[in-house]
């Protein structure tokens, strides 16, 4: 199985501040034939469901704010999440659907101060 | 619009087997690369997949849960389904389901499920 790493476990940031969230993995989410890497982010704020962030690790879906940014390749990835607003209050999972089983790592934390 | 909504018994006893729905709109689950997975969150914690259902029938489970489950669809009703036996306090959770094109789109808004005697 695929271990996912992430981060620090919890940070703490001011509004206006950026914020780096990590992502590693065991083993290469970069698949040659279509050079993607098969991972994703998702926010889920307190009392609500999981939503999407990133796809292909750099891609944002439709509707996300640019402040976040998606980035690495192979087995290192970060969440940067810049100008942090008070709304960012969550916690952040990545997750790797480059084989099975998927898995999800353990999340970070992001409070603000 | 897509929507998903999940629905499951609630509590259930040890050893029972756990049955639950997941009823979507917006999308079809005949439609070339779709997918519908089944994520679970004990509370406080954080997300566990279990497993994925695809257009073509496709099934993939997580083998932490040792062969407990099985999952299958509906396309005619737009329904997937996921069985868990043998339950125990382990299996407390919010079960998730989620439409899965490259990752995890559109989710639904959970079901809590509690295992307890």
């Known amino acids: 199985d695929i271990a996912i790493t992430q981060s620090p476990s919890s940070v703490a940031v001011s509004v206006g501040e950026t914020v780096t969230l990590s992502c590693k993995s065991s083993?290469?989410?970069?698949?040659?034939?279509?050079?993607?890497?098969?991972l994703g982010w998702y926010q889920q704020k307190p009392g609500q469901t999981p939503k999407p962030l990133i796809y292909?690790?750099?891609n944002r879906h439709t509707g996300v704010p640019d402040r976040f940014t998606g980035s690495g390749s192979g087995t290192d990835f970060t969440l940067i999440i810049s100008s942090v607003q008070a709304e960012d209050l969550a916690d952040y999972y990545c997750?790797?659907?480059?084989?099975?089983?998927?898995?999800f790592g353990s999340g970070t934390k992001l409070e603000i101060k | 619009q897509v929507t998903l909504k999940e629905s499951g018994p609630g509590i259930l006893q040890p050893s029972q087997t756990l049955s639950l729905t997941c009823t979507f709109s917006g999308f079809s689950l005949s439609t070339y690369g779709m997918g519908v997975g089944w994520i679970r969150q004990p509370s406080g914690k954080g997300l566990e997949w279990l497993a994925n259902i695809w257009w073509d029938d496709d099934k993939y489970y997580n083998p932490s849960l040792k062969n407990r489950l099985t999952i299958s669809k509906d396309t005619s009703n737009n329904q997937a389904f996921l069985k868990i036996t043998n339950v125990d306090t382990a299996d407390t959770a919010t079960y998730y389901c989620?439409?899965?094109?490259?990752?995890?789109?559109?989710w639904g808004q959970g079901v809590m499920v509690t295992v307890s005697s």
């Open positions: 083993q290469s989410l970069l698949y040659s034939e279509n050079n993607k890497d098969y």
């Open positions: 989620a439409r899965r094109g490259i990752t995890l789109d559109y």
């Open positions: 292909w690790a750099t």
């Open positions: 997750e790797q659907y480059f084989v099975y089983p998927l898995t």
